[in-house]
Nanobody, 120 residues
Framework: QVQVVESGGGLVQAGGSLRLSCAAS????????MGWYRQAPGKQRELVAV???????NYADSVKGRFTISRDNAKNTVYLQMNTLKPEDTAVYYC??????????????WGQGTQVTVSS
């Protein structure tokens, strides 16, 4: 089993910053990519940012220049630094990790989510 646990959400005023963390644990052989997704009320879950094991990143257009994803491979942890937050960033943020467990079995695991609320 592989688990991911998010932390760092909360309430912040528009223009403020938050840093989310996500740690993966369990029978991990490799992590191919870790990423952050978000889901606002009444909307579909959408990609925010993803980072591969090689360090390649991809961002949603709406967060480019404001959010930065980084990764500590030794700790199986990914971070999302969110600056210049806007009310439209309000959502539940989910962490995802995918790769292979021991014996080469693939996994694609989601965390339970952390709420980010940006007040205007």
């Amino acid at each position: 089993q592989v688990q991911v646990v998010e932390s760092g959400g909360g309430l912040v005023q528009a223009g403020g910053s938050l840093r989310l963390s996500c740690a993966a644990s369990g029978s991990i052989l490799s992590i191919d990519a870790m990423g952050w997704y978000r889901q606002a009320p009444g909307k579909q879950r959408e990609l925010v940012a993803v980072i591969t094991s090689g360090g390649t990143t991809n961002y949603a257009d709406s967060v480019k220049g404001r959010f930065t994803i980084s990764r500590d491979n030794a700790k199986n942890t990914v971070y999302l630094q969110m600056n210049t937050l806007k009310p439209e960033d309000t959502a539940v943020y989910y962490c995802n990790a995918r790769g292979r467990r021991r014996l080469g079995v693939p996994y694609d695991t989601w965390g339970q989510g952390t709420q980010v609320t940006v007040s205007s």
